[in-house]
């Protein structure tokens, strides 16, 4: 009941700041703008086109879970300021059934010559408000439904890292959300510039077991990313008999090691106890804490201890062949990245000395070139590093493809993460091999503000070279450039069956 009248209270609240803000219509002409007749949106409805088209029509979604109540409160501001059918809760409406639903319904009118939905589809943006979790899902919506224009996508950060919003401009604070600030990051979504990136394809693979299981723990059932590690059905291409088998993707990272660990314990409290983790400065607090109950500090005194080298054989593609990565004993968590972006907007790749780049023919870490860093760190003193000017972890390559090979007596599991999503893998019990394989999987838009820290290799105003260079000494050994060679593609990104997404970050 409580709750019931804080919500009626917001909206009245919200309903007299919109006729305020209306004044003499120029704001009401202004938000037309972003406005989508109901003619489009809802099956059966009758009208007919308005003019002009509007300039940036959106579609939003927003996890009503994320942020504590801020996710409902902006679920409430973009329903007042645009059309109530255009925006959606999360918690209710698979993203996947609502794209098919409106693409159906444009190209049905385009068919019949309605120029106004045929410029609604080559105009329409997406808005995602959640954590990095629920970002990655609608990334995986968009590539996986392989629509005719797929639109570009900009992220509200909703989450506790925020990571993919950070690394586009976004920002990694929690947004307020009355009318006025909702309707300034409309206008910045409108002046947005698209930007492709990158997607990554994985494969988990491992025998079926005589006893016991080697299936994905999630913390609690949490899943650990919409989008990730889904088994494959028995007509897959990739599925083969006597085998789990395993797919899935991600746009920011994949981590391996401590850091997951953390992440994990994290997730697993939020689950526990959702009601403490009401607001991000609070949930930062709590990780960090765990980080050091979790001895990310003092790594030698506990089970994180474990380095990489001896949990997995790393190989990366190079030249077309399989050849080893060398792992320096010392490191104890490894990261594949996509993004300038992790752990709450840090750069673990940094910006690489000119000659020592040249030497070891590595290049600058765009986010559209086919490859991906790989980074390692030896404990959270390492990590603390990044907060330095020119700070950045062990650098250890650059490729397009990478496989982990775990093998019997490593350890009983390790902790795996993608997009911020983390669980825990068991490994082999018997003489077999657990094997997690990235691969390049084409790319997806997304909307790019003018405070965007990724680079694309295509935008003039990308340098050929960073402007500052560090001179520390590197860890990591010389490698070659890596081959890029596009691989697999994820057959499916959708909510999994009987999750709710109060579970999703």
């Not at 600030?181 to 997607?199: G, R």
């Not at 020119?390 to 490593?410: D, M, V």
Request: proline share 6%; net charge neutral; glycine share 8%.
């Amino acid at each position: 009941m409580v709750v019931r009248n804080c919500k009626r209270s917001v909206s009245r609240f919200l309903v007299r700041s919109w006729e305020i803000y209306m004044g003499d219509g120029s704001y009401d002409r202004t938000l037309r703008e972003f406005c989508i007749p109901d003619y489009i949106l809802v099956s059966g409805s009758e009208g007919k086109s308005v003019s002009p088209v509007p300039a940036c029509p959106v579609i939003v979604f927003i996890n009503s879970k994320s942020g504590g109540q801020l996710g409902g409160e902006l679920l409430v501001s973009y329903s007042t300021l645009l059309n109530k059918n255009q925006v959606f809760d999360l918690e209710k409406n698979a993203p996947d059934k609502v794209l098919q639903r409106l693409y159906a319904t444009l190209e049905t009118l385009k068919h019949n010559g309605d120029d106004f939905a045929a410029e609604i589809q080559n105009r329409l943006r997406i808005i995602v408000a959640g954590g990095d979790g629920t970002a990655s899902w609608l990334l995986g919506v968009v590539s996986d439904l392989k629509l005719p224009h797929p639109p570009p996508i900009a992220t509200v950060p909703l989450g506790t890292g925020n990571n993919l919003p950070f690394a586009f401009g976004w920002g990694k604070k929690n947004p307020t959300t009355d009318i006025q600030s909702v309707t300034s990051f409309l206008m910045n979504v409108k002046a947005a510039k698209e930007m492709k990136i990158d997607s990554w394809h994985i494969v988990m693979r491992m025998k079926a077991p005589k006893e016991g299981s080697c299936d994905p723990i999630a913390p609690l059932e949490l899943p650990h990313a919409m989008h990730a590690f889904q088994r494959v059905s028995s007509t897959d291409k990739l599925n083969m008999d006597g085998y789990h088998t395993y797919r899935g993707g991600f746009w920011n990272y994949f981590s391996m090691g401590m850091d997951a660990q953390v992440s994990y314990a994290f997730h697993s409290q939020r689950k526990l106890h959702p009601e403490k983790f009401k607001n991000q400065l609070y949930n930062q607090s709590a990780y960090l804490k765990l980080g050091c109950s979790h001895g990310c500090f003092f790594s030698s005194r506990f089970q994180s201890s474990r380095n990489i080298g001896q949990l997995a054989k790393v190989k990366i593609m190079k030249k077309g062949h399989w050849e080893d990565l060398h792992i320096p004993r010392s490191i104890r968590s490894i990261v594949c990245l996509n993004l300038p972006s992790f752990s709450g907007g840090l750069n673990p790749w940094g910006k690489p000395n000119r000659k020592k780049s040249i030497y070891r023919d590595l290049t600058l870490p765009y986010v559209d070139d086919g490859l991906f860093e790989v980074v390692g760190f030896r404990d959270a003193w390492h990590g603390l590093v990044l907060l330095a000017p020119n700070g950045h972890g062990t650098r250890l390559a650059q490729t397009s493809r990478i496989r982990f090979e775990f093998h019997k007596g490593a350890a009983d599991c390790t902790f795996m993460r993608i997009d911020g999503e983390p669980w825990k893998q068991p490994l082999p019990k018997d003489d077999d091999t657990v094997v997690v394989e990235i691969s390049h999987h084409g790319q997806v838009s997304m909307l790019a503000t003018q405070l965007c820290r990724s680079k694309s290799m295509y935008d003039p105003s990308s340098p050929s070279v960073d402007r500052e260079e560090d001179d520390s000494t590197d860890e990591e050994l010389e490698e070659d450039c890596e081959e890029r060679r596009k691989f697999g593609a994820a057959d499916t990104f959708k909510y999994p069956d009987g999750i709710h997404i109060s579970q999703v970050s």
